[in-house]
C-alpha cells in the first residue's frame, strides 16, 4: 500500500512538473522557482519513500550505509534539479529574482 501511495506522489509532481513546464510563460519567475520547488519536495520525497518501502526491513537494517545512500540520492536529485531542470524553466534563474 505505501508503494502505491509514493508511487501516486511520483505522478502528482512528474504531472505538476509538466503542467508547470507548459505554462512557464505566464508567471513570473519567483513564482516558478517556488513551485517547482515544492514539485521537486514531492518528486524527491516520492522517490525516497518508493526505495525505502522496497527493501526488506531486516535487509534494510543490517545495511549500515543506508542512510548515506539516501543522502548520495537526494544530493543528485538536488543538483539534476537545480542545475538541469531550472536552467531550463527559468533561463537566468540566478541572476534575476
Given amino acids: ?3 502505491r501511495v509514493y508511487s ?3 505522478a502528482i509532481a512528474l504531472g505538476l512538473g509538466f503542467y508547470l513546464f507548459t505554462i512557464r ?5 519567483a513564482y516558478l ?6 514539485i521537486f519536495t514531492l518528486f524527491s520525497m516520492g522517490i525516497h519513500g518508493l526505495l525505502a518501502h522496497s ?7 543490517d545495511i549500515i550505509i543506508y542512510p548515506l545512500l539516501m543522502g548520495v540520492l537526494w544530493a ?8 538541469v531542470f531550472l536552467p531550463i524553466l ?3 534563474f540566478l541572476l534575476q529574482l
Fill in 90 to 92: 527559468c533561463p537566468d
Fill in 25 to 29: 510563460d505566464t508567471h513570473l519567475k
Fill in 33 to 38: 522557482i517556488t513551485i517547482s520547488a515544492i
Fill in 76 to 83: 543528485v536529485l538536488f543538483f539534476l534539479f537545480v542545475f
Fill in 8 to 10: 501516486i506522489i511520483i
Fill in 55 to 61: 527493501l526488506k526491513p531486516k535487509v534494510k537494517g
Fill in 1 to 3: 500500500m505505501a508503494r
